[in-house]
């Protein structure tokens, strides 16, 4: 379709900003500046800050001046960090199994037709959407050591005779917070597996049996490497969450009984924060930096590994 | 599927399953008790007799009575509600904007720019929180909304980011070349065709942030410090525990009202939600 420009008016054309706005480049620039400059002042200049934080003296209301390493040095002779980062493996480990697990186990439940599944799953997924300090709350108060609605239970059926002191005994309380973070976590695994189980052709199963493959050599051969892409991106999301996780430890035990349930996190938070000794507990912090960057390059090259098969 | 006798289905499929939802939503229901239940109910020892944990013949509403007569409820809502919705368009306006550049241009760096943003999609708060606190200082945001409204969408972005990139690269490349043909420019196109048809996505993303950013903690507990400033996560962690005492009454009251306006949104979009948690997965 021509323009046909009516004589002596002319074409109206556009100022030049919005002009240079035509080229890909510019546009590009235009668009992701925002993002930009919110990313830079609170990720990139915080990082730096960090840094440099780490490696000085400062406490609340002092400066601090440069010490190099000495922080580092400090908190690697530091028995409560060695038993923060200890936990934090044994925490990260243990209910990423469980929730890899258990999360599995309900995608598969949910991964078929029966009434009111979209009710169900609806539902299933309020421990992932609720505020976590809220919901953990309800644990603890489950978890009280005189009220405790879980020992009652337990007492009437007959299991138990003595009250358990969930949260006051050291591996108990680690234990309790695991069973917490676990609850939180199986509706995000499940729902996201389920989204992964459904793009899997029913058809590859249902030849498979008329093989003669049994329920398990059809989940082991077929559902779980078709399945593993989805599953590994889960579980990097999951790892570095719970790997940095802090909200759900502070509410429940603080880090303690005797710093039983201390993270990197809730460390930091108590010796940078509550103690005012910025400078270490940005050092504790960061520390947990080098871990997160191992667990992410690995999983990453995996995740590249298993899609490209 | 290939399934058998009723008794099988029952076994296998059935009782797992409401297992499942029984231990999953448990602790809610607990919460809604607690919350109703009388103090004098509340604190009887586990072992005491004739008591009855399950269910309670006397509902009163005094805890509730108690959160917003004594404490500042009201005013921890507004402010995680307002916080809450500035963040969220804050980081949708330029996590749209991101993706569709990272999804349709081309540019120098496109590559690069989009494995940068995931990686800070993977950095997690308790990571920065520190450094983050004295920069806030020293920008004199400390003790106010601003200071979360614009550090939550340092987590935000990279998702709403990611998930918009998905949506956008999913609407075929015609639809813009049509526009542009008939004389749209490429400002125009994005605005008033690649955009809205990209709604849902906008949604979907939306929502997320919204419940990400109501459920954020150790920003808010760091950042703030006035009780009028707080948010409902803090406040309640903050001014219903007096040293060893816990208002049980009022904190599970406090837990339960405090989710509400989450749990509202998400079951008006439960879809959205699912299908933008599983669209983020997929990335």
Avoid at chain 2, 34 to 45: C, I, N, S, V
């Amino acid at each position: 379709m021509a323009v046909t420009a009516v004589p002596g008016v002319e074409v109206r054309r556009p100022i030049p900003r919005l002009r240079r706005l035509e080229d890909e480049r510019w546009l590009a620039l235009a668009l992701l500046m925002p993002t930009a400059v919110l990313l830079g002042l609170f990720i990139a200049y915080p990082f730096v800050e960090g840094v440099l934080l780490s490696l000085s003296s400062a406490r609340v209301g002092d400066p601090g001046h440069f010490v190099g390493l000495k922080n580092f040095a400090k908190i690697w002779d530091d028995s409560i960090f060695r038993t923060a980062v200890w936990n934090t493996f044994w925490y990260t480990g243990v209910t990423t199994v469980f929730k890899l697990a258990l999360g599995l186990w309900l995608a598969m439940l949910l991964n078929r037709h029966f009434k009111g599944k979209a009710l169900v799953r609806a539902f299933i997924l309020l421990p992932f959407i609720i505020p976590t300090v809220l919901s953990t709350f309800a644990w603890k108060w489950m978890f009280d050591p005189t009220f405790s609605v879980i020992n009652w239970s337990l007492f009437h059926l007959g299991i138990i005779t003595q009250r358990i002191n969930w949260l006051g005994d050291p591996d108990l309380a680690m234990t309790s917070i695991i069973i917490v973070n676990i609850w939180r976590g199986v509706p995000f695994f499940a729902i996201s597996l389920l989204a992964g189980l459904q793009t899997i052709s029913p058809e590859l199963n249902e030849a498979a049996a008329i093989d003669g493959a049994r329920p398990w050599a059809r989940f082991w051969h077929i559902t779980w490497p078709l399945l593993l892409p989805v599953t590994m991106v889960v579980m990097l999301f999951s790892v570095i969450q719970t790997f940095a996780d802090f909200q759900l430890v502070y509410v429940m035990t603080g880090g303690g009984p005797a710093n039983a349930t201390q993270l990197f996190a809730t460390y930091a938070y108590q010796l940078g924060i509550g103690t005012g000794l910025l400078s270490e507990g940005a050092a504790i912090s960061l520390a947990m930096f080098p871990f997160l960057f191992i667990i992410v390059v690995a999983q990453l090259l995996y995740i590249r590994r298993v899609e490209v098969r | 599927m290939i399934e058998g006798a009723a008794w099988r289905r029952w076994v296998f499929y059935n009782i797992p399953l409401i297992l499942f939802v029984f231990v999953l939503l448990f602790p809610f229901y607990w919460m809604i008790i607690t919350t109703f239940r009388p103090d004098g109910e509340l604190y009887r020892p586990w072992n005491a007799a004739n008591y009855m944990p399950f269910w309670t013949n006397n509902p009163t509403l005094e805890h509730i009575k108690y959160l917003f007569e004594e404490t500042n409820f009201a005013r921890w809502m507004l402010n995680t509600m307002f916080i809450a919705v500035s963040s969220t368009i804050i980081s949708l306006f330029c996590g749209v904007l991101a993706g569709y550049a990272l999804a349709r241009l081309n540019f120098p760096w496109a590559g690069a720019l989009g494995t940068m943003i995931f990686i800070t999609y993977l950095v997690p708060q308790t990571l920065l929180f520190i450094p983050l606190a004295e920069i806030i200082r020293n920008f004199e945001l400390g003790d106010t909304p601003w200071s979360l409204i614009l550090t939550y969408p340092t987590f935000l972005i990279p998702f709403c980011t990611w998930l918009m990139m998905g949506y956008f690269k999913a609407i075929p490349k015609e639809l813009e070349e049509c526009a542009r043909i008939d004389g749209a420019s490429r400002w125009k196109a994005m605005v008033y065709i690649i955009i809205p048809c990209a709604l849902p996505g906008i949604l979907s993303a939306g929502i997320i942030a919204f419940t990400l950013s109501w459920n954020e903690f150790i920003y808010a507990l760091v950042f703030l410090s006035s009780p009028d400033e707080k948010t409902v996560p803090v406040g309640v962690t903050s001014e219903l525990i007096r040293g060893d005492v816990f208002f049980w009454g009022p904190l599970m009251a406090g837990a339960l009202l405090g989710s509400i306006p989450v749990a509202i949104v998400y079951s008006f979009f439960v879809e959205h939600y699912v299908s933008g948690l599983t669209g983020s997965v997929k990335g």
